[in-house]
């Protein structure tokens, strides 16, 4: 689910909003590349009414890669109207076995405390669109 394109694009992005893979190089340096768009009404109004583009064109770096349970990834902040572009790292562990896998996101705070609640809020919310498509999966 991290590690495809089709993976990648079956979850990625909160509710409202779908995602196109362009590039993925998974290795340490390496990019991902996506375009991500608003596709309900409720995310169109909200990115129009905050002078947002609907298509978000995203780059990120991987920085470490040890498969298959740890994985860490800088991305650029540069989509948000007034706010000078800065990186955002984010670290995904996994542990488990076979038949159960714990999951730990942690992301850099935003630049101010409101961005920080949009950003936990946007996590929560595509991985509650990851936990429906493994279900799915395994259901």
Not at 97 to 103: A, E, L
Not at 109 to 115: A, G, I, K, P, Q
Not at 117 to 129: D, I
Request: charged share 25%.
């Amino acid at each position: 689910m991290w590690t495809t394109k089709e993976g990648i694009e079956s979850w990625w992005g909160p509710e409202g909003f779908q995602v196109e893979v362009h590039k993925l190089e998974l290795r340490t340096g390496g990019e991902l590349l996506y375009a991500m768009s608003a596709i309900a009404p409720d995310q169109v109004d909200f990115l129009m009414k905050a002078g947002m583009p609907l298509v978000q064109e995203s780059r990120l770096r991987f920085t470490e890669i040890d498969p298959p349970r740890h994985l860490v990834y800088r991305q650029l902040a540069d989509f948000i109207p007034g706010v000078e572009e800065y990186e955002v790292e984010t670290t995904v562990d996994l542990e488990g076995g076979p038949d159960r896998t714990r999951m730990v996101v942690t992301t850099d705070v935003m630049h101010d405390e409101r961005w920080t609640e949009l950003a936990v809020m946007g996590w929560e919310s595509q991985l509650g669109k990851l936990a429906k498509v493994l279900s799915a999966k395994h259901g």
